[in-house]
Every structure is written in structure tokens, then in C-alpha cells.
């Protein structure tokens, strides 16, 4: 089995890749929020898979909606795909070390370390309803501000 943790940003998303025992296959991989990055994405897990012959399994930060495009990719390509809520990585992070390393290769590599020690991964399957009560929520919120500021 291959673990891959996803660090997801604004313009570009960092990759590292895990086996079954903890030895980093792939410790860091640079690319690009755009169809193009994820096509070179697919093509290194493709061959990562062929060269090990093992399953894959992702994981990323469900960070506002600059994962939902990599995210619908992915499951489109059917990947098995989790989605962690950022405290849950930061803190999994304390517990690794005392050092404050926050680099974006540091949280792939965290990130792949908490999908491998997961026990059950499939609560973290993102769910769209709730994603998607989660854009009306912010949406009504912020009609409420604009409406209260036009009062």
C-alpha cells in the first residue's frame, strides 16, 4: 500500500509518498493547481503503482476550496481519496516532534504519516452535501454582514 499526503494551496500543492512500512518512496513532489499539474500528478502515481505494484491511497487538507478541484480529479480518476480537517493534521504534527517545522514538504509528509496510521481513514471520505452546507452557511453569512452594513 502507498500513502500519499497532499498539502494544498492556493497556486500549487505539494506531494510525498509513504509505503506500508514508513519509508518515503517520494519525498517531495511540486505541482500545479491546474488540470496540467494534476495530469503529471496522475502520471507519477500511475508509475509509482506500476513500479511497486501496490494500492494507493491519498489524503489532503480540506483547506477552504482549494482542494475541491484536485479532490473531484482524483475521485473522477477513482482514487481513494480522504480529506482531513487541518487542526487534526497540526495536531497529529505535535505529536511527531516538539520542533516547529511548517514547510509545505514537512505537511505532505505529515499528512501521508496520518493516512498510514489510521485505523479507519473512510469517516475522513469527503462528503459534498456537507461541503456544500458548508458554502450556503458562508454564503448566508456573509449576506447577513452586507445586509447589516447597508442598515
Do not use: W
Not at 22 to 36: A, E, K, M, P, T
Amino acid at each position: 500500500m502507498l500513502f500519499v499526503g497532499i498539502d494544498v494551496a492556493k497556486s500549487h500543492h505539494d506531494v510525498a509518498v509513504l509505503d506500508d512500512n514508513g519509508l518515503v518512496v517520494l519525498r517531495h513532489l511540486r505541482i500545479l493547481n491546474s488540470r496540467q499539474g494534476f495530469a503529471t500528478l496522475h502520471q507519477s502515481l500511475i508509475q509509482l503503482s506500476a513500479d511497486t505494484n501496490d494500492d494507493i491511497r491519498i489524503a489532503m487538507e480540506a483547506t477552504g476550496h482549494y482542494h475541491l478541484n484536485l479532490l473531484l480529479f482524483l475521485q473522477a480518476n477513482a482514487y481513494p481519496i480522504f480529506a482531513y480537517n487541518p487542526f487534526l493534521i497540526k495536531e497529529f504534527a505535535r505529536t511527531l516532534t516538539l520542533r516547529k517545522t511548517k514547510t509545505d514538504k514537512a505537511d505532505a509528509l505529515t499528512i501521508a504519516k496520518k493516512l498510514a496510521t489510521d485505523l479507519s481513514s473512510d469517516r475522513f471520505k469527503p462528503d459534498f452535501n456537507m461541503q456544500e452546507l458548508k458554502f450556503l452557511t458562508h454564503h448566508r453569512n456573509r449576506l447577513t454582514d452586507s445586509r447589516s452594513k447597508l442598515k
